[in-house]
């Protein structure tokens, strides 16, 4: 039973994707967006607390990036893939961006089959790309999802 458990850990390990995404430059004559605000969850405690550990400062919760992150949970769980690829082939940015936030810098953690969001983040900060976008010093939001077993956490900048 040991190494059944031990085997799948390692292919949810191998299953979580991470993508960093850094625009040339934003349109001439872009305003930024107003953050909006959205309530704390699990997996930002997860997330803050990994940041504490590493001298940085808290990311706040944002509801465009909520919003990002529950579609591609969302996405994930109706096809059945771990993904980065949205629907339409949408790319992280671009959701963020469909969703209100003009981003300078975004990110996007995914993962499969954590029981727990503080497993799912332990999981993440074992992977470097994992763990270079939850600890990205121009980070200042974040937003997560979980939908059955699929679990989206965006990361951002300039919201």
Not at 47 to 68: F, I, S, Y
Not at 102 to 131: C, F, I, K, L, Y
Request: charged share 10%; net charge positive.
């Amino acid at each position: 039973m040991k190494i059944a458990f031990l085997a799948a850990s390692a292919v949810v390990l191998a299953l979580g994707g991470c993508v960093t995404v850094t625009p040339s430059a934003p349109p001439a004559g872009a305003a930024a967006p107003a953050m909006a605000s959205a309530p704390a969850t699990s997996m930002g405690s997860a997330l803050n607390a990994a940041r504490a550990a590493n001298g940085l400062p808290a990311l706040v919760p944002d509801a465009a990036l909520m919003a990002a992150a529950r579609q591609q949970a969302s996405f994930m769980a109706r096809t059945g893939t771990l993904t980065h690829g949205g629907p339409g082939g949408s790319t992280v940015g671009q959701r963020v961006r469909a969703a209100g936030c003009g981003w300078s810098w975004v990110g996007e953690n995914v993962h499969m089959g954590a029981a727990t969001d503080a497993a799912a983040m332990q999981a993440w900060m074992q992977s470097p790309g994992h763990r270079a976008n939850a600890l990205n010093r121009s980070a200042t939001a974040y937003g997560s999802a979980r939908v059955g077993a699929y679990r989206a956490l965006v990361l951002a900048a300039g919201c």
